[in-house]
């Protein structure tokens, strides 16, 4: 197996993982102890299976780390297609994305501080720690949609990499775009049209199944180099 075809194989792999553990943080830990519209029982069941939450918080650090070394795995593969698209992949993709994974831990950690309560904060009444521990609980959710941005804006320098590289589908490079105009379009719409932002969630997800589909084919079929192709900038051949 060629250093190629192991640096695909191995960004597949890293991929696949973080495709498994985010939706337990975005997902699992909402709908098993958040209770819509009462932040008392939401509360009580942080307090009540508190490792079910704490599991949330290391997802989120695990998908922060797992993102940063997917990004370098896709630079070595692709990074000598064009260094300026490598280059922004990895600052948007593999900086500022776990950055914001990393800061959004911090959320939960408020969370639950307020939830147990004890030390300064018993300075607090039971009530007040409660719309604090929510308010934590809120801004978590908001960042996620702030930072759907980022997940879609290093999509397109991962895009064009694919499209200019010769050994992966072009097709893929396509989706990947309209894959990260489904984030960008998403947050847009949190920020400022609230109103629709289910409506286009709906429209739009499953637009964002092209990097499920980018990954699987990394991790079965690795580099191909039976789609490499003459890039549009390559060298004419001598006595053309």
Known sequence: M????????????????????????????????????????????????????????????????LQAFLVLALYRLLGEVNRRHGIAMLLIGGTLVPALYFFNVLNDAAALLLVHGGGALNALVPAQRTALAMLFLHLHGQTVSAAEALWGL??????LLVLRSGFLPRLFGYGLILNGLAYVIQSLAWALLPDWEDTLSSVLGPLQFVEVLFMLWLLAMGARRGFRRQHDDAPAPAGA
């Open 2 to 65: 060629s250093s190629q075809n192991r640096n695909a194989r191995l960004a597949g792999l890293l991929y696949l993982l973080v495709v498994l553990i985010a939706p337990y943080r975005l997902i699992c830990v909402p709908a098993t102890l958040f209770v819509s519209g009462n932040a008392s029982a939401t509360v009580t069941n942080i307090a009540t299976h508190e490792m079910l939450f704490r599991f949330g918080l290391a997802a989120d650090v695990i998908c922060g780390a």
């Open 154 to 159: 290093w999509l397109f320098p991962l895009a």
